[in-house]
Nanobody, 116 residues
Framework: QVQLVESGGGLVQAGGSLRLSCAASGRTLSKYDMGWYRQAPGKERELVATTYWRGGSTIDAASVKGRFTISRDNAKNTVHLQMNSLKPEDTAIYYC?????????WGQGTQVTVSS
């Protein structure tokens, strides 16, 4: 059973940066497409960014293009989300999961709160 654990969230002022990490155990991520997702209060969960196991990545949420970057470290079995120029509307719980996501692999997420 694979376990995904997110970390790196916190409270930050608008314009600040955070780097989220997703550590996996129980399965090697190097042969899987992985995504970062987020869910803001009162909204549905949305896909933010994807990293492809064959190489390359996409930013899937238009609102974060140019500000967020997804990356992976196969040696450490981790996936990261670098978030710059944060805005209050980025406030959400951020999750990592496979692409497409598996229901059993939703973790606790990590809370990101951006103050204005």
């Amino acid at each position: 059973q694979v376990q995904l654990v997110e970390s790196g969230g916190g409270l930050v002022q608008a314009g600040g940066s955070l780097r989220l990490s997703c550590a996996a155990s129980g399965r090697t991520l190097s042969k899987y497409d992985m995504g970062w997702y987020r869910q803001a209060p009162g909204k549905e969960r949305e896909l933010v960014a994807t990293t492809y196991w064959r190489g390359g990545s996409t930013i899937d949420a238009a609102s974060v293009k140019g500000r967020f970057t997804i990356s992976r470290d196969n040696a450490k079995n981790t996936v990261h989300l670098q978030m710059n120029s944060l805005k209050p509307e980025d406030t959400a719980i951020y999750y990592c999961n496979f692409r497409p996501p598996y229901d059993l692999n939703w973790g606790q997420g990590t809370q990101v709160t951006v103050s204005s």
